[in-house]
């Protein structure tokens, strides 16, 4: 469990890992802290947008949509790499998720199967989303790639945490399938040899 870092070292934080980082509008201030707590943090989670081009994309992620208010993440990952800042605080991405997933990811254990959702992963996760169709067949280039794993690396090393603290959506929640594409055994693969 960890207290999240503040908005300015997370922005050091990501840029210190090598990321290209783009800030959108006030991203520090916006957030949904109004309608609950945001921490303790225990890891990373990461998702697909199921959505095409990257300017309609962040804005969907910064302003949400009719029923789920935005910032949907802390960042948009688009497929040249860069790292759209679009929130900090408590985000929409994250939902009710399997409490003895979080165990596992706070114990950094093996993940057990998620077969409920009974705990809000709102509060204790960093949130990606990357921009993909989620289709499984829309290509993840490389350096999208890359840049995933450098904002975990880069979370995980501030709060000393290994690359068992990253977990996909699909991993959370029942019946979630992102991020399809790539296997989030390859991801913690990347994020941990970054980390050595």
């Known amino acids: 469990m960890a207290t999240p870092m503040s908005a300015g070292r997370f922005l050091d934080r990501l840029r210190a890992e090598g990321t290209t980082v783009v800030e959108v509008g006030d991203w520090e201030n916006h ?12 890891g990373v989670m990461i998702h ?7 300017a309609q994309t962040v804005e969907l992620c910064r302003k949400g949509y009719e029923g ?3 910032p949907l993440c802390h960042g948009v990952i688009t497929k040249d ?4 800042l679009v929130g900090y605080g408590r985000a929409n991405h994250a939902g009710l998720g399997d409490d003895d997933v979080l165990r596992a990811v706070i114990a950094e254990k093996a993940l057990p199967t998620d077969n409920e959702s009974n705990t809000d992963g709102n509060r ?8 993909n169709l989620g289709d499984g067949k829309d290509p993840w280039p490389e350096r999208q ?13 501030h709060h000393g945490w290994s690359e068992r603290s990253v977990i996909g959506h699909l991993e959370w929640q ?7 594409g790539f296997s989030m055994a390859s991801m913690r693969e990347r994020i941990r040899e970054r980390l050595k």
């Open 31 to 42: 957030n949904r802290n109004q309608v609950g707590p945001w921490g303790p943090v225990n």
């Open 48 to 54: 697909h947008t199921a959505t095409r081009g990257s």
């Open 68 to 70: 789920l208010p935005g």
């Open 81 to 84: 790499g860069r790292v759209h």
């Open 124 to 131: 204790h996760f960093y949130g990606f989303e990357c921009e």
């Open 145 to 157: 790639l890359d840049a995933i794993a450098r904002v975990s690396a880069a979370i995980c090393r």
């Open 174 to 180: 029942p019946g979630k399938v992102d991020p399809r």
